[in-house]
């Protein structure tokens, strides 16, 4: 098991999701792009590093059918399902570093909120951009910590953005720059992270 799974299996053994400064209840800034994507209700969007974040409650409360979350912890992944409950069956579920994702299909909407910024290296980022241009053909949404954000993330290092450096990267890689918007998270205890989050449409 690599340091990478270690690390995230343990955190997630050891904190619930009110110990994390990650947790939304409802995640209004990544609903807000997906609704301005303007899918079908069959179009196939994944969760990458979706983990046991509620997004994908909220997409199976309006409707989509077509629905994969994946994250590089298993407890993550059991935790979200033992909270849809039956529902839980409605998604594919998929424990992998995302960088050893194989996609078997293509996806219309990839959305990934605070796993991004954790490719911390030149290589790990073109190796995540390579890949997302091969599995997503439609819209791409990213959230990040942006420049006035944290520096660390559960200790480890991670990349801030902002709208520039984001636009310029992914422009790099064959995507079109739709949106931005800084979103203030606040965190389960109160403190303070700024994000910023892009959507991005496959040329």
């Not at 911390?120 to 951009?129: G, T």
Request: aromatic fraction near 10%; charged fraction near 25%; include cysteine.
């Amino acid at each position: 098991m690599d340091n990478q799974k270690v690390h995230w299996e343990r955190i997630y053994k050891t904190k619930t999701a009110q110990e994390v400064s990650w947790t939304e209840n409802i995640p209004h800034t990544s609903l807000e792009f997906i609704s301005n994507a303007k899918l079908s209700l069959d179009a196939k969007i994944i969760d990458v590093g979706g983990g046991d974040s509620q997004l994908v409650d909220h997409l199976i409360n309006q409707g989509y059918k077509n629905l994969t979350v994946l994250d590089i912890s298993e407890t993550a992944i059991v935790r979200a399902q033992e909270r849809l409950g039956a529902s839980a069956s409605q998604v594919k579920w998929i424990v992998s570093d995302v960088l050893d994702f194989n996609p078997e299909i293509s996806y219309d909407l990839w959305h990934d909120r605070a796993s991004f910024h954790f490719q911390a290296s030149s290589e790990s980022i073109r190796d995540y951009l390579t890949l997302l241009k091969r599995a997503a053909k439609g819209h791409v949404i990213i959230g990040t910590f942006s420049t006035n954000g944290p520096k660390k993330c559960s200790g480890l290092e991670i990349m801030q953005y902002n709208k520039a450096s984001l636009k310029q990267l992914f422009e790099k890689y064959g995507y079109e720059s739709l949106s931005f918007e800084t979103q203030i998270h606040s965190t389960p205890f109160n403190t303070q992270q700024e994000f910023i989050f892009g959507s991005f449409k496959a040329k």
